[in-house]
Nanobody, 122 residues
Framework: VQLQASGGGLVHSGGSLRLSCVAG???????MGWFRQAPGKEREFVAT????????YYADSVKGRFTISRDRTKNTVYLQMNSLKPEDTAVYYC?????????????????WGQGTLVTVSS
């Protein structure tokens, strides 16, 4: 199963981007998550969503600004990012969990996309 993330780019502080992650059909019953890794930092959890669109959780750093959603008919997970800040600059990865609900634990995810770069200028 391949996960293909897209939608990254360069945006000014305060701007918005929407990331998309197309997953294989076999991930339709899995929780999905977004993680990010900034230069020189460890990968961190961003948001997660269960197989049915429920059990949504966010990292405190993005709560109120980012929205995760999924369209099971398109096998696609989205991350709408508003009010972007320079500290949001990172490579963003989507991932499929081994479980039906998502998690903030990277170890629960068995499939990872290639990442898409988001750069927020000040």
């Amino acid at each position: 199963v391949q996960l293909q993330a897209s939608g990254g780019g360069l945006v000014h502080s305060g701007g918005s981007l929407r990331l998309s992650c197309v997953a294989g059909r076999t991930s339709s019953n899995n929780g999905m998550g977004w993680f990010r890794q900034a230069p020189g930092k460890e990968r961190e959890f961003v948001a997660t969503i269960a197989w049915n669109g429920g059990n949504i959780y966010y990292a405190d750093s993005v709560k109120g600004r980012f929205t995760i959603s999924r369209d099971r008919t398109k096998n696609t997970v989205y991350l709408q990012m508003n009010s972007l800040k320079p500290e949001d600059t990172a490579v963003y990865y989507c991932a499929a969990s081994r479980y039906a609900v998502g998690s903030s634990e990277a170890g629960h995810y068995t499939k990872w996309g290639q990442g898409t770069l988001v750069t927020v200028s000040s």
